[in-house]
Nanobody, 124 residues
Framework: QVQLVESGGGLVQAGASLRLSCVVS????????MGWFRQAPGKEREFVAG????????RYADSLKGRFTCSRDNAKNTVYLQMNSLKPEDTAVYYC?????????????????WGQGTQVTVSS
């Protein structure tokens, strides 16, 4: 019932910025904490960032060092991931996910719905 569609990925040079968007179908968007994950070839899917139901709380992977910002617009059923100062090691497929939770969790198994992903490639 819940469908998630990511967009905004692409090929950029190191130091560039991208903003990913994830549009969520249905009328229950505000019930979900939203997370962003990424997966590089041969690597496990890892938590990137997340935002709580109302946008009041966010969480980030420590390794991002403040380069990424997660936000949401409940009126548009959309969650965003602003990525700045991109590095080659940020290259991965980025997924958004929805979790029927009051808090932002960082584990993949906590999330109930997933998008198909959008490719982000950062060249040196």
């Amino acid at each position: 019932q819940v469908q998630l569609v990511e967009s905004g990925g692409g090929l950029v040079q190191a130091g560039a910025s991208l903003r990913l968007s994830c549009v969520v179908s249905g009328r229950t968007f505000s019930r979900y904490a939203m997370g962003w994950f990424r997966q590089a070839p041969g690597k496990e899917r890892e938590f990137v960032a997340g935002v709580s139901r109302t946008g009041g709380n966010t969480r980030y992977a420590d390794s991002l060092k403040g380069r990424f910002t997660c936000s949401r617009d409940n009126a548009k059923n959309t969650v965003y991931l602003q990525m700045n100062s991109l590095k080659p090691e940020d290259t991965a497929v980025y997924y958004c996910a929805a979790d029927d939770s009051m808090v932002v969790l960082t584990t993949t198994y906590a999330y109930d719905y997933w998008g198909q992903g959008t490719q982000v490639t950062v060249s040196s």
